[in-house]
């Protein structure tokens, strides 16, 4: 089993930055992919940005310039850097990971419980 902690959610007033982490822990052989989606009270689940094990990064438009995924390696851990945040970017953020679990290529895909990210004045 793998499981994915999160953290980094909070308030945070418009213009401003906050760093979401997620961290992989469990059976893992290695990390194929790892991305943040969210969603906001009445809407859908949206992806953010996703980053491949091989640390090809993907966003979507509307936060393109304003969030920057990254990765350790080493620590199974990706990271979401939010800056210039903007009222519309609340949500509750979840990580979601797809790995390798051994040598046989069993896999595992899942989600982590979420942070909570309120940009307000």
């Known amino acids: 089993q793998v499981q994915l902690a999160e953290s980094g959610g909070g308030l945070v007033q418009p213009g401003g930055s906050l760093r979401l982490s997620c961290t992989a822990s469990?059976?893992?052989?290695?990390?194929?992919?790892m991305d943040w989606y969210r969603q906001a009270p009445g809407k859908e689940r949206e992806l953010v940005a996703g980053?491949?094990?091989?640390?090809?990064?993907k966003y979507a438009d509307s936060v393109k310039g304003r969030f920057t995924i990254s990765r350790d390696g080493a620590r199974d851990t990706v990271y979401l850097q939010l800056n210039s945040l903007k009222p519309e970017d609340t949500a509750v953020y979840y990580c979601n990971a797809h790995v390798t679990q051994d040598s046989y290529g069993s896999t595992w895909w899942g989600w982590g419980q979420g942070t909570q990210v309120t940009v307000s004045s």
């Open positions: 469990g059976s893992i052989f290695s990390i194929n992919a």
């Open positions: 980053i491949t094990g091989d640390g090809s990064a």
